[in-house]
């Protein structure tokens, strides 16, 4: 069995860990196309080379992202995602939006 | 003979019935919090043993202002997650998170009646229910890395688990928090997990643990 | 039993020969029903020939007598049944006390099998026989099926078999070494020397390898010189475990490898891994090369060695290498008349060996082959060989020479045990010249080390386990030392030692008896690829799983094919090494289960539990024969009266902090910035694709606190997804699963309000104080408590939420307060009634992966004025399209058929929809159910076809939702 290196809790059993799918950018779902939009929830590349995933340690409720390889497997780097994801997002005013 | 009894209170262990009904001819209670835990079993030897601690006290706290919360409370801070530091007075403080922490009382103590004392920050710091969602039970003797090592992937022997560590991971495939530390006189170690869970997991320890004769004790293993 | 017989049975030959029995314990058992003896520490095998029985078993498919091959349970010549259990090594298994132990595979008995016929029709089943005969015409299958059954499979499955405890364990060690022959042990020590913690695994019950059973010098002392000094030496380390009797069965990923110890499976997780799992001996393909006699030299020294065993009255030597002559010393040490040393080479590597084996009278002949077997009557024993003068590589002399014997011991030299390594991703090589194996390719923190590695003369085996050590502790920086690696010279390995005869017989895999022309005609068949041949004619697929049979198939199809063995490659090596038991991997498993706090009270009133994800929960309480009266009185009562409900499984998420209301604005689909404080809102969930995948009832508690459910399967996906939306927007937040926190109750029914006044004391309960949809704070029972109106099962009702350790307390005080009202508690299943009356959708049972917010009439459950909820971008997308189907209400008198779960909903020829819930009401006493319909199907009054069980069609009337206490008046009470 594969082992994963959590940032919080260290290398574990990958059976420890529940995988989030590729880290993606939502395009603003009040001004993108259908198309756009369409992409960003039915596809992803799947391409070999180094993917940027969301992972879960389902024991501590811990989300974190790891790069890893998807022809070898192998992991290269796991890290918090604060690293990425560093400020309160705010998604953009719809325009015709009142407060309710 | 008058002997109190679990459900004559209304605050009860998850795995209580393990210890009333039959199972309780030779079991004695002792108060604690709001509920009572088998004192004794009528069972001591140098067996590994597994003792309930479910309605032991312990308060959590999560957010960016809890470790200095509890820093003020007087509690001591371990340095990073994953590792536990005990009290002066028994208690257990463990940080399981940059910014979550427990405290887990000594079985003769009330560790929320200390906490009560205190108000907490204005944001930042949010009270856990670990009291409830989880259960806690303690594991005894010098055979409990390899115990657990029948229900754990994680190599909890000494050398890479010594006494303050914490793991969570799972545990006959439920989640759980192992803790390393001492209660009372014992080293033990501490098994916190899902309350739900709690009548399994009880199962699927003592079933670990019959290889080595392991048996049920009560809190007197602990607090002579 | 009298002296003399004892003497008899238990003669064998003296110390130091015999490392494994114990001579002061005799042990005896039957085999086939008659008794033998043995010692302690035999195995079946070696008892068994230590009494001159030689049968243990016949062959797969011609029935042909078999004895002992490899003597290290690499073969399936010893496969018995023991007891219920078939397939048992008999080379492995140790005798005990009374044992009762059966041949296997036979028509009659083991000596006289009415199927050894078969071997006569030998040329009318070619390979593929099967595959090719029985299939045409169509249906003649069936007629032979059971024939055919019965003649495959081995052994007999004891089908009123108990289980047995078989249980797993993880071992976590620093240096894994697999494998205790000289390169193992070198590497353990060595690595426990520098302070690593190391794991020696072993397969046989000694440690030793080789050093137990091979002779590596002429006067035949080094092997135990050097073995006591390695073992005492490992046995005497701290810092080294040993695993003995114990097979590593895989390799997976991180050095993750499964060994089996007896009853136990030990999951090693190991840093650095050195495996030395040394080599297979080959045999030499001749004619009748399966006879019992005929065995490999190691299997000869290991009688002799191990059991102190005198395999023979008189032994030929067949050898491709330097080492048949040491077998021959051995043989000729230990009273056995060594008729002759056939040497397939034309000279040997060392010629002192030879002239020292030509001293003792031993008749040495080069460039021969042994071409065939002649067996005793009815093929039973070996009784001579038939030599030939070898004239170019697999072809023979026509002038031939007869050597009597009553065994023959074959070497064509040694094939690594490769299997672990290319599990790892290594790949095997083979250089066809030199008759030379190579593995490279290996995953970091895997090593290699002895025979396993081509490394054959033993000081360069004992060098390369010091060597592969050394690499594993530079890895754990553990040492700085490093070192070149071992070079030997040394080959082992006769180029083409296969000799195929006219007549066959001459078998390549001896688990599935095949001969060398099957393989050569499986090639002409078609088959090139050697992984096709291994399909089509199933070599290698038998018990042993190719040791023996990989390299002569891959030679054999290199040369049909015109091309190289590396070319050819041998066929993948996959898990598990040994076959594995199913009880070591079924044995002890975790199957995790959640109870309620009031679990056992269910019990107690005669649940009828079920499961519902991991939890169970009481579908009603009851008969469960009587389960359609118990939920129709249920639900009745709670209608007329009051029921309680454990809810305790509903998902629980508490939400706090300043930005507790952006979130759940964010993530559910209804507005929730302005919900008030003590009230409760509808909230669902919808995914990113806009289909409703959850759905719950948000109380605020305050400004900054949420309390929302979930539903029981769903809570721990929507935990995570908010866990993991916020790791990304960064709200201020703390969000935690409270599910196991709180036991939960759901008291309905026109007397709830009653019940609980008698218990609370701090709360408003009126109408007008905790009105529908409000949530309160306060105690019940004394026990604080989260309380919400709520309108689920349609009645003036009330969710009590208390922290778990209260929850039976709880229980109990809400049946003893409810006792003068005649509370009654009520399970699952007449709480799916309960809501079905009143048409709330259960998510995951009325909806599936399509279903928008529009199809379940919720759009006004959504808000479509905000910035954002997950999924509103497709919820928008879908709902802008044409509407192609709904869940609509349908209902049935009760005479009618009643639709089930799934049964389809039709339009025409076409499926336009299907059932989601259905039953029988006793509130509006007739039959009521949910299905999906066709747009134009879904108007008031629309007769729908239903498809019910057997064809039958039934029209359901399409009716306005909900069937019972339409303008709601009874849960606003």
Known sequence: MKIMNCPLNGPRNISEFVHGGEVSQMPDPNSCSDMEWADYVFYSDNAIGIVTEWWLHAPSGYWFIAERHTASDEIIRTFDASEIFNQRYEFPIKAEEAVV | MHTIQPESYSQRSFIYRQFSGEKSVDNTFMQVAGGVLALSTGKDSDAPGLIDLSLVPRAGFRGVNAEQYVNSMGFPVPASPNQAAMTSQGECVLRLSQKEFWLLSHPQQNVCDRVEGYALPENGCYPLYCQDSHTWFAMTGKHCPDILAKVCGVDLRAACFPPGAIAQTSVARVNAIIIHHVIGSEQVFSIMSDSASATYLWGALLDAMAEYEGQVYGLNKLIE | ????????????????????????????????????????????????????????????????????????????????????????????????????????????????????????????????????????????WDKWEGFIRKKAGLGKLDLTFQPEYYDKKYLFHDVLVVGAGPAGLAAALEAADAGASVLLVEEQPILGGALTYSRFDEEGVVADKLRTDLVARVEAHSRIDVLLN?????????????????????????????????????????????????????????????????????????????????????????????AAVIDMRERADNPELVSAVQKKGIQVKSGFTVYEALPTKGNKHIRAVDIRKIIARGEVDKASTLIECDLLCMSAGYMPSYQLLCQAGGQLKYDDDAALFSLSNLPDHLYIAGSVNGINSLDAVVA??????????????LTEETALPV???????????IFSHPKGKDFVDFDEDLQAKDIINATRLGYRDVQLVKRFSTVGM??????????????????????????????????????????????????????????????????????????????????????????????????????????????????????????????????????????????????????????????????????????????????????????????????????????????????????????????????????????????????????????FVGELGYEIHVPARFGE???????????????????????????????????????????????????????????????????????????????????????????????LVLEGENISGNVTSCEFSPATN??????????????????????????????????ALPFYDPDNSRQEM
């Open chain 3, 1 to 140: 039993m009298n002296e003399a017989v004892k003497v008899n049975y238990l003669m064998r030959l003296d110390a130091p020969m015999g490392l494994l029995i114990n001579r002061e314990k005799p042990v005896s058992f039957t085999f086939e029903g008659k008794t033998f003896t043995g010692f302690e520490g035999d195995s079946i095998a070696s008892a068994l020939l230590a009494n001159k029985h030689w049968l243990m078993s016949r062959s797969f498919k011609y029935h042909r007598p078999r004895g002992p091959l490899t003597m290290a349970g690499q073969d399936a010549n010893t496969l018995v049944q023991l007891g219920g259990e078939p397939n048992v090594l008999a080379d492995r298994q140790t005798i005990t006390s009374a044992m009762m132990v059966e041949g296997q595979n036979y028509n009659g008995t083991l000596e006289n099998d009415r199927d050894a016929i078969l071997g006569n029709f030998g040329r009318f089943m070619p390979v593929g026989f099967y595959y090719r005969s029985f299939f045409k015409p169509m249906g003649v």
């Open chain 3, 246 to 338: 114990a097979t590593c069965n895989a390799w997976f990923t991180d050095n993750y490898l499964p060994i089996i110890q007896g009853k136990r499976m030990f999951k090693v997780r190991a840093k650095e891994c050195i495996v030395a799992s040394g080599a297979f001996e080959q045999h030499v393909v001749f004619r009748n090369n399966d006879l019992p006699g005929v065995m490999m030299s190691s299997a000869a020294m290991r009688l002799m060695k191990l059991y102190a065993i005198k395999p023979a009255e008189q032994a030929v030597v067949l050898t491709g290498n330097d080492d048949g002559y040491l077998t021959a010393i051995e043989l000729h040490q230990q009273g056995v008349l060594v």
């Open chain 3, 464 to 477: 390369d386990g010091r060597f592969a050590a050394l690499k594993a502790l530079q890895q754990l920086g």
């Open chain 3, 487 to 497: 070079k030997c010279t040394r080959t082992l390995n006769y180029q083409w030692p």
């Open chain 3, 542 to 791: 038998g018990p042993s799983q190719g040791r023996h049979s990989a390299l002569p198939t891959a030679r054999l199809v290199a040369k049909a094919t015109h091309r190289t063995v590396t070319e050819t490659g041998v066929t993948t090596a996959r898990p598990p090494y040994c076959p594995e038991k199913l009880a070591h991997v079924a044995g002890r498993i975790f199957d995790p289960s959640r109870q309620t706090a009031m679990h056992y009270r269910h019990l107690e009133l005669g649940a009828k539990m079920i499961p519902a994800g991991n939890w169970q929960r009481p579908a009603f309480y009851g008969k469960p024969d009587e389960r359609d009266q118990c939920i129709h009185a249920e639900a009745t009562h709670v209608r007329n009266k009051v029921g309680l409900i454990d809810v305790s499984t509903l998902g629980g998420i508490d939400i706090r902090g300043p930005d507790a209301a952006e979130f759940m604005n964010r993530i559910y689909t209804f507005a929730f910035l302005k919900q008030p404080v003590g009230k409760t809102r509808y909230a669902v969930l919808t995914s990113e694709q806009g289909v409703v995948i959850d759905d719950g009832v948000a109380c605020r508690i305050n400004e900054e606190h949420f309390y929302v459910t979930a539903t029981t399967g769903g809570v721990d996906r929507v935990y995570r997804d908010m866990m993991k939306w916020n790791a990304q927007w960064r709200l201020d937040i703390d969000i935690a699963n409270v599910t196991s926190a709180f036991s939960a109750v759901n008291l309905a029914g026109p007397d709830a309000r009653k019940v609980l006044e008698k218990l609370t004391s701090d709360i408003d309960l009126s109408c007008e104080g905790f009105p529908y949809l409000a949530y309160r704070e306060g105690t019940v029972a004394g026990i604080p408590s989260r309380l919400l109106r709520v309108g």
């Open chain 3, 809 to 903: 307390a709880l229980w109990d005080a809400l049946m003893e307060a409810g006792k003068s009202l005649d509370i009654k508690p009520f399970g699952v299943e007449t709480q799916r009634l309960l809501r079905l009356e009143k048409g709330h959708i259960i998510v995951s049972q009325d909806t599936d992966g399509m279903s928008h917010p529009g199809e379940l009439s919720l759009n006004w459950a959504v808000n479509r004025k905000k910035s954002f909820f997950i999924g509103c971008r497709s919820v928008d997308i879908v709902m802008a399209q044409k509407q192609t189907r709904k869940l609509v209400g349908f209902k049935l008198p009760v005479t009618s058929t009643k639709p089930e779960e799934g049964h």
């Open chain 3, 926 to 959: 007739a039959i009521i159910g949910m299905a999906y319909a066709g747009i134009n199907q879904s108007d008031i009054g629309f007769q729908l076809p239903i498809r019910v069980n057997n064809g039958e069609m039934v029209m359901a009337e399409v009716v």
